[in-house]
């Protein structure tokens, strides 16, 4: 079985663009969620996505956005980009069954450096 | 803000000893999972213990759990190399809107 793909590994960018990573969780998955990971900050969960529906959302500003299409594929959307923006950011798939005790299969991310 | 705080930030042994690593954290959890993280990429689950059991095993990690003094560790036995990587605790709560939060994880080093 084929794991969770991001693309593009990495990316850079200027303050002001916008930029959109795109996550294939593993075949019968059917929630993604998403993380930004920095040094200072550590992992922070940005959001997840269930059945085409934002499920779980932390605490990002509006710039950052996400979806989730019917095969179960997600984006994520940062516009109006600024310097602390540069991160790597993960996506994981899990069941998404509800149960609560769901391990995450994450992939192995997207590099993005704003200049 | 991070639920489970992983203590030492970084840990050097060498090869063929064992590495302990603590994470602590602040409220009610459904389970708790340890993740590891090679440099730069993505994580790996290593193993997850329900807030109802005491300790786990698999293979040479040992887990164990503390749910009156919320806090939990994690035993790698004779240690390798290969085993150089942040480990990070993650805590998971919630019904219909869980979500696992990550702590800001422990960077081992194995020296050969």
């Known amino acids: 079985k084929a794991g969770v793909t991001q693309t593009p590994r990495y990316l850079i960018k200027t303050r002001g663009q916008q930029v959109t990573l795109s996550c294939s969780p593993i075949s019968g998955h059917r929630s993604v969620s998403w993380y930004q990971q920095t040094p200072g900050q550590g992992l922070q969960f940005l959001f997840e996505y269930f059945s085409e529906t934002q499920r779980n959302k932390g605490n990002f500003p509006g710039r950052f956005s996400g979806r989730q299409f019917s095969n179960s594929r997600s984006e994520m959307n940062v516009s109006t980009l600024e310097l602390g923006d540069s991160a790597l950011y993960l996506c994981?798939?899990?069941?998404?069954?509800?149960?609560?005790?769901?391990?995450?299969?994450f992939g192995s991310g997207t590099q993005l450096s704003v200049l | 803000s991070q639920q489970g705080e992983e203590d030492p930030q970084a840990l050097s042994i060498q090869e063929g000893e064992n590495a302990t690593m603590n994470c602590s954290y602040k409220?009610?959890?459904?389970?708790l999972q340890w993740y590891r993280q090679n440099s730069g990429r993505g994580l790996v689950h290593l193993i997850l213990i329900r807030s109802n059991e005491r300790e786990k095993h698999s293979g040479r990690l040992r887990v164990t759990l503390d749910t009156s003094k919320k806090s939990s560790s994690l035993l790698i036995t004779a240690s390798r190399a290969a085993d150089t990587a942040s480990y990070f605790c993650a805590t998971g709560f919630g019904g219909s809107n869980y979500k696992l939060t990550f702590g800001k994880g422990t960077l081992l080093t194995v020296n050969p």
């Open positions: 409220t009610s959890i459904n389970n």
């Open positions: 994981a798939s899990s069941l998404g069954t509800g149960a609560t005790n769901e391990k995450l299969f």
